[in-house]
């Protein structure tokens, strides 16, 4: 014959107590919503503030420079190889490289097509770290062509300020590659004439930039700077607003650029604030676990009588001990389950009548949400079980 | 199946008492099938000595050996084996659960190592006089009719040792010799023996082994 916990039931002193049995099983409840409901905007304030701009490979590059205040104007703000090895090897980064300027003094004048002439800069960088490079921007020593990608910000800034200001005409992208320019690069060995010419515009750098070798080889000739250390430093990571990252670079007193940051301090501390919430979650769990164990040992003591006398007559102490803990198991999966559903339905609503159905978030929830409720139900179990058994073996 | 006792003394009993016992501190061995009455009067050890074969207690020194094995070394699991399929006890103080009904009393021992039907505890109720008591509280019986509930509860399990601490001392003699008469069947049943411990000898039990604490 089976035995089962129907059998011994009317032996056990179970209906007293009644109130705080049924706080502790809301206590729980409410506990395990909050922990699983925790993660679960954990989650989606990462996805939420993930940068995933269409150029981006699924990496943010970062540009890093030194602040410069009011007290350290006069320093030497580029970055050693020292510091740049340091930034390469920060969690989280997956590469750095410099960015290299002219040392030497450059004027751009757009002849009879464009009338102006300005004095400019020139920079180079890893080509790995340019979001476009065409076959085109190549130069070899003895080459007077000089091939530029240009940043579509200052094009931006060439046809709504620059041009109207000087009756220039505007400039398209598709059109920028049919413009050449006169370059002239100047310093205290000479001077050299070249044409520039405009081959592709990078969403990702803000500069202008030639090839790393006509950089080096201008700079060498041209030069009239001893000092080869970058003043600006792109970095290529998963998450631009990884709180470690924007916390070192703080400490640092590097500066980066706002845009790809902007959303750093606030993720922080939405996160912190979930992180709170979480450890709410898990102490009133903890104090409904507490609570419920209460019951338990006072129900065993309530029934010690019997269930002393269940023993003497033969009734295995496992048994007991795995019967009357499976008693609850039904309330424990109901609590747990009830409260996953709960949390999936207001992650549910909050993707689709907060944020619109926006495709950085799934309806649905995160799986290691439901895997937290599955461990969570589990420990329940396990404690109950553990702390009956001990109750009734102390017996 | 053999029970032995070796040389065992309880450690709260007085030396002149265990040297007068043809029990304690004794090489004694019980088999099977057997009839053995322990008599003794009050104080001599005569429940200590049911509760130390049932292994309630372990406040004696020796051993006590089931068909070789110590049952001092039983753990909880053990002892629940054995009280469920190889020794049946009456004590002396009936041990029922006073709250429940007496049929619920005799029926979660016998679900637990079921030997007969439910429908023979209703026969063996009625043997015995309390066949219009199953559905009442233990604990609104009479002392007489909780012992006849204590000695039907003992019979509902496999055993091969059925311990008696006084079963019959609130029954009459009527009543006493119908209740020798079905524990009788049920151990030659499951040729089982008997071990019967009280002040007297009883008339109507022929044991084989009488032993004097």
């Known amino acids: 014959m089976h035995l089962s916990f129907k059998h011994i039931a009317a032996f056990l002193v179970t209906d007293k107590n009644k109130g705080s049995r049924l706080l502790s099983y809301f206590g729980l409840g409410i506990g395990v919503l909050l922990l699983l409901c925790s993660i679960q905007m954990y989650i989606n304030i990462n996805n939420l503030l993930q940068n995933k701009s269409a150029r981006s490979d699924g990496y943010d590059y970062i540009s890093v420079t030194k602040t410069i205040t009011n007290d350290n104007m006069s320093e030497d703000h580029s970055f050693t190889p020292a510091e740049l090895q340091e930034l390469k090897t920060l969690p989280g980064i997956d590469d750095a490289t410099p960015l290299i300027g002219n040392k030497f003094l450059i004027k751009a004048s757009g002849g009879d097509a464009f009338p102006f002439s300005a004095d400019m800069f020139l920079e180079s960088i890893d080509e790995k770290f340019i979001d476009t490079v065409p076959p085109t921007f190549t130069w070899k020593e003895g080459q007077d062509l000089v091939p530029m990608i240009l940043s579509s910000d200052y094009l931006e800034l060439y046809n709504s300020v620059f041009a109207p200001s000087r009756d220039l005409p505007q400039v398209s992208q598709s059109m920028i590659s049919s413009v050449m320019i006169q370059l002239e690069f100047y310093g205290p060995n000479g001077s050299q004439k070249f044409r520039g010419n405009v081959v592709a515009v990078s969403d990702r750098i803000n500069s202008v930039l030639v090839p790393t070798n006509l950089l080096a080889w201008a700079n060498q000739k041209f030069g009239n700077s001893t000092n080869a250390n970058p003043a600006r430093i792109f970095l290529k990571t998963k998450d631009a607003n990884n709180p470690q990252l924007l916390n070192f670079l703080q400490q640092k007193n590097y500066g980066v650029n706002k845009d790809k940051t902007k959303f750093g301090r606030v993720k922080q501390v939405l996160q912190a604030i979930v992180s709170g919430l979480a450890g709410f979650g898990v102490l009133v769990i903890l104090l409904a676990m507490l609570l419920f164990s209460f019951y338990l040992q006072l129900m065993i003591a309530r029934s010690k009588d019997n269930l002393q006398l269940l023993l003497t007559i033969g009734y295995s102490p496992k048994w007991l001990s795995k019967t009357v803990s499976k008693r609850w198991i039904p309330v424990y999966v109901g609590i747990v389950v009830v409260a996953l559903l709960v949390c999936a339905g207001l992650h549910w609503g909050f993707q689709h009548f907060v944020m619109n159905d926006r495709t950085a978030l799934s309806p649905f929830i995160h799986w290691s949400v439901v895997v937290t409720a599955l461990v969570l139900l589990l420990l329940s179990i396990w404690v109950n079980y553990r702390l009956v058994k001990k109750s009734l073996y102390s017996l | ?213």
């Not at chain 2, 041990?95 to 007969?116: A, G």
């Not at chain 2, 006084?166 to 006493?176: A, V």
Request: glycine fraction near 6%; charged fraction near 25%; aromatic fraction near 10%.
């Open chain 2, 1 to 213: 199946m053999q029970i032995k006792l070796q040389a065992v003394k309880p450690t709260f009993l007085e030396p002149g008492k265990i040297d007068r016992s043809q029990l304690w501190n004794q090489l004694v061995g019980f088999e099977s099938g057997q009839r053995v009455q322990v008599v003794a009067p009050s104080g001599s050890g005569k429940t200590s000595f049911v509760h130390f074969l049932y292994g309630l207690r372990k406040d004696y020194t020796g051993s006590i050996l089931y068909d070789g094995k110590d049952i001092s070394q039983f753990n909880a699991e053990d002892f629940s084996g054995w009280r469920q399929q190889k020794v049946s006890v009456v004590f002396q103080d009936m041990r029922l659960f006073m709250q429940q009904t007496v049929m619920e009393n005799l029926e979660i021992k016998r679900i637990l190592s079921p030997y007969h039907k439910e429908s023979r505890i209703t026969d063996m109720a009625t043997r015995l006089g309390i066949g219009n008591k199953l559905d009442k509280k233990c604990g609104t019986c009479s002392y007489g009719e909780q012992q006849r509930i204590a000695i039907i509860r003992s019979l509902q399990q496999p055993f091969d040792f059925l311990l008696l601490d006084e079963p019959f001392s609130h029954l009459d003699e009527q009543n006493r010799s119908i209740a020798m008469q079905l524990i009788e069947e049920e151990a030659t049943e499951r040729k089982a023996a008997i071990i019967l411990a009280d002040l007297k000898p009883i008339e109507y039990f022929k044991p084989e082994i009488t032993l004097f604490l």
